[in-house]
T-cell receptor
Framework: DQQVKQNSPSLSVQEGRISILNCDYT??????FLWYKKYPAEGPTFLIS?????DKNEDGRFTVFLNKSAKHLSLHIVPSQPGDSAVYFC???????????FGKGTRLSVIA | SQTIHQWPATLVQPVGSPLSLECTVE??????LYWYRQAAGRGLQLLFY??????ISSEVPQNLSASRPQDRQFILSSKKLLLSDSGFYLC?????????????FGSGTQLSVL
């Protein structure tokens, strides 16, 4: 049973435009959500997080939106840059109780 | 500052051979430690985690085992590798105390079982 789902395996966006990566979850106990970025043959690096008491968190070009009623979160990257090309993983947890559960990832390609 | 070391970076092993991957963390005490695996099309799968020396929680029953002989050392082992053990293995740590917090990953080990 996949508790965190990233239904788009890949996404291509032109440089300068907005990238929107989506993530759905099924476990209503999840209250902490994160996005990680991963380059080939490297470990994932933390990008941005949000707790369930908020519906938006922004850090520079990256914004995460959380819709608790829909059990959906999204990552917006504006403007997209070629260096953003990577695999993005969505993760969720019941903070303090369960380890992070990751989605399968979405490969973002930003085309110059 | 905290750092995490994981080795080797790549490993090619024959089926049936043993495995030992090591991970150490510096700059923090009593971290929570984790082993994840990224297999093709499977995302990041949690294998084991540990909240203290000698305390191991297994998430997926399989051919692998984990041990934590020291506070900041986490080892992933197998007595006999299977083809299905191939993948990218990642060690990670989080701040001591509760699990379900932000993870910091090592650089990973690409394991190919042939």
């Amino acid at each position: 049973d996949q508790q965190v789902k990233q239904n788009s395996p890949s996404l291509s966006v032109q440089e300068g435009r907005i990238s929107i990566l989506n993530c759905d979850y099924t476990n209503s106990m999840f209250d902490y959500f994160l996005w990680y970025k991963k380059y080939p043959a490297e470990g994932p690096t933390f990008l941005i997080s949000i707790s369930s008491i908020k519906d938006k968190n922004e850090d520079g070009r990256f914004t995460v939106f959380l819709n608790k009623s829909a059990k959906h979160l999204s990552l917006h990257i504006v403007p997209s840059q070629p260096g953003d090309s990577a695999v993005y993983f969505c993760a969720a947890a019941n903070s303090g109780n369960t380890p992070l559960v990751f989605g399968k990832g979405t490969r973002l390609s930003v085309i110059a | 500052s905290q750092t995490i070391h994981q080795w080797p970076a790549t490993l090619v092993q024959p089926v049936g051979s043993p495995l030992s991957l090591e991970c150490t963390v510096e700059g923090t005490s009593n971290p929570n430690l984790y082993w994840y695996r990224q297999a093709a099309g499977r995302g990041l799968q949690l294998l084991f985690y540990s909240v203290g020396i000698g305390q191991i929680s297994s998430e997926v029953p399989q051919n692998l085992s984990a041990s934590r002989p020291q506070d900041r050392q986490f080892i992933l082992s197998s007595k006999k590798l299977l083809l299905s053990d191939s993948g990218f293995y990642l060690c990670a740590w989080s701040v001591s105390g509760l699990v379900g917090e932000k993870l910091f990953f090592g650089s990973g080990t690409q394991l190919s079982v042939l």
